[in-house]
Structure formats: C-alpha cells, structure tokens
C-alpha cells in the first residue's frame, strides 16, 4: 500500500529535502508526497510547484498511512517534533537518494536522510533521525548516533564514532577511528586529528577547542 510521506519543516531545508525525496529509492512505488508541516503557515508563500503546509508538528494527528522524515537544520527542533509525532504513534522512514551508494551491510535508521553522491563503504550504521548531506564519503565500520549530522564535502575516516547529535560541519575530514562525542560539533573545513569530548566544538586544521562555538 502506498504510504504518504509527510516533510516536517517547510524552510530551504524542507524545500532541499521535497527535491530530494522526489529522486529517493521508493519514491513512486512505496510512497508519494503529501505535504509539510511548519508552525507557520505561510512558509511557502513565494515558491511555487510544492505540495501544501497541511499542519503544524506540534498539533498534527497522524493519518494510518502517514510516514514523516524531519528536514530542520536544528538538531534540538529535529529531535522534538520527531519526538512528538513519534508520541502520537507517526512512523518515520529513511530518505535515501537513488545516487548514494550503500555497500554491504550498511544499516540506515528510520528518520534518516542521505543526500545524493553520498558514499556510505561497508558495514556503517547510522542511526535515527541523522542526516549525512551531499558528496560526503564515511569509511568502513563507522558509526553515526541518533541526530548526528554531517554536511556536505565531508571526509569520514573508517571506524569513526559520531555520537548522538554531534554536527560535522562541511569539508571537515576526520581520521580514522576516532570519537567525536555526543553533542559535539566540528567547525567548518576542520581536521580532526584527536578524539572530541562531548558538548565540545572544535575548528581548525589541525581541529582544537574552541570557546564561543557554532
């Protein structure tokens, strides 16, 4: 039965997310786009050829053949209105570009977005509600937590962990096997050389702590 894919966010990331789900494996087949939801009701005011705000995340009620992907840059907004839908019994599904390539055993959680010429090797898991963006590659064994990002151009060396809502910002390249902690962030064009501490942001080539954040 064809499920009805519902965008939450309905700003440029939501825009860039509608595009992408239209070019996903199972777009047409398994499920269509029905819409978005944005707290504001205006939000496509101005562009043309989207589907319509249909709702407000914090209000909306899930229909039996709904299915939800969040498309906000916050990984805070990301994680409660995934939270709150989830609450009220809305499923969610992974968001995958037909161009990404995936090798073997390469697990992707539900929630998640993988944006077109992404390269996830072999045996990496990304976990719920993540979002690994256009022309990043992740090597062999790598593991991404729940709401971590990693934005586009990005180098991911094998067996690195991302922890839950770290956020890799673009052209950072990370050597292999190293931690990035929960909640830790990766400043633009960074190198990481060492492990990062949770809640830490780091920047720089090499990449090292920084005060005022991102």
Known sequence: MMKHLIIVGAGGFGRE???????????GAEFDIKGFLDARADALDGFSGYPPVIGDPSTYVPQPDDVFV??????????????????RGGVFIPVVHRSASLGPNVVV??????????????????GRHACVFHGTSIGHDAVLGDYAHVYAQCAIGGAVRIGAGAAV??????????????????????????????????????????????
Do not use: W
């Open 17 to 27: 997310m509608y595009g992408a789900a239209r070019e996903a494996v199972g777009f």
């Open 70 to 87: 969040t498309a906000l840059g916050s990984i805070a907004a990301r994680r409660r209105c995934a939270e709150t839908l989830e609450a």
């Open 109 to 126: 959680g539900a929630g998640t977005f993988i944006a077109h010429n992404v390269t996830l090797t072999a045996d990496v898991t990304v």
């Open 169 to 214: 910002f673009p052209g950072s390249q990370v050597v292999p096997r190293r931690t990035l902690g929960d909640g830790s962030v990766v400043g633009i064009g960074s190198v990481v050389l060492l492990n990062v501490a949770p809640g830490q942001t780091v920047f720089g080539n090499p990449a090292k702590p920084v005060e005022s954040g991102f």
